[in-house]
């Protein structure tokens, strides 16, 4: 039973602030990251701001208008080859943002496509990979990993399952959103107009073929945690994709870690976070990682 990792604490400058602005680049950006266990850069395909998702927790400023509307390729392989080389020569190492974990920087642990929206929504999602794996081999990054971080509703997009195919060729992990048990708490959670069964469907189908991790960000609504009867729905579904065949690898369950726009949407205390992770992983068998 695995429990949170130790190594890097929450309370370290470069892990709070997970700013994906970094100098005057528009599509990745570093950022130290507990579940990466070090230095993850960040592909940015939405600097638009553009989901599907519109989740009570989501820490992206809508407020502010994004930037690119489309992904410029040539741009997005510069940017990353820069920071790539930026990190490995120690750039990275000598900028305030990292001074508590300069050692870390020089270690890209992944490459993660994430952002301010969702990664599958960009009509070229497959490309995108293509360019990220022709940077890794060209600095020979063979121990890095190529992970997805998706809200699931765009997984059954051909282009994205081509992207997929990809990165299991390339180390790829598979980071999968799953917050709720039932439709009306998914509904209010991450108030979305894509259809639970489809979120559902996504999961079994991608995890039939691989392995996948869900996260699930557990949060309290109007200062109640989820209810027992939500929980239990939730972890009906986790058994029902194991029977479909789907390859959960583990859980990751964390919850809120910086201020939401939504006052009512409020963050669990460590205690109350474990105390979901263990009847998640009683009623599932699953691994349980938390991420208070
Ligand atoms: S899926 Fe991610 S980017 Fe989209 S609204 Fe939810 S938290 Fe924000």
């Given at each position: 039973m695995a429990t949170s990792p130790v190594s890097i604490p929450n309370t370290l400058a470069a892990v709070q602030d997970h700013t994906r602005v970094f100098q005057d680049l528009v599509y990745v950006y570093p950022v130290i990251s507990r579940r990466s266990r070090g230095l993850s850069i960040g592909i940015n395909l939405n600097p638009d701001k553009r989901c599907n998702f519109d989740c009570v927790y989501c820490e992206v400023d809508r407020r502010t208008p994004g930037r690119a509307e489309t992904v410029n390729l040539p741009q997005?392989?510069?940017?990353?080859?820069?920071?790539?080389?930026?990190?490995?020569?120690?750039?990275?190492?000598?900028?305030?943002?990292?001074?508590?974990?300069?050692?870390?920087?020089?270690?890209?642990?992944?490459?993660?496509?994430?952002?301010?929206?969702?990664?599958?929504?960009?009509?070229?999602?497959?490309?995108?990979?293509?360019?990220?794996?022709?940077?890794?081999?060209?600095?020979?990054?063979?121990?890095?990993?190529?992970?997805?971080?998706?809200?699931?509703?765009?997984?059954?997009?051909?282009t994205v399952k081509r992207g997929l195919e990809l990165m299991d060729g390339s180390r790829g992990e598979f980071w999968c959103k799953l917050d709720a048990g039932t439709e009306p708490y998914y509904r209010r959670v991450n108030r979305s107009n894509v259809k639970f069964e489809r979120i559902l469907a996504n999961l079994l189908e991608t995890a039939r073929a691989r392995p996948i991790i869900i996260q699930t960000l557990f949060l309290k609504i109007d200062g109640t945690p989820m209810p027992a009867a939500e929980l239990e729905a939730y972890c009906g579904r986790l058994k029902d994709l194991t029977a479909g065949g789907a390859w959960i690898h583990e859980v990751h369950a964390y919850t809120i870690a910086r201020p939401t726009p939504e006052p009512w949407a409020t963050r669990l205390t460590a205690v109350e976070l474990e105390t979901i992770a263990a009847e998640v992983r009683r009623r599932t068998g699953l691994t349980v990682q938390t991420f208070d």
């Open positions: 997005l392989r510069e940017e990353l080859a820069w920071l790539v080389r930026y990190a490995l020569e120690g750039g990275l190492a000598t900028q305030p943002k990292f001074n508590e974990v300069p050692e870390m920087t020089r270690v890209v642990r992944d490459i993660a496509f994430s952002g301010d929206g969702e990664p599958t929504m960009v009509p070229n999602f497959d490309e995108c990979v293509r360019v990220a794996i022709e940077v890794k081999q060209e600095f020979h990054l063979d121990d890095t990993k190529l992970v997805l971080i998706t809200d699931s509703a765009g997984l059954d997009k051909l």
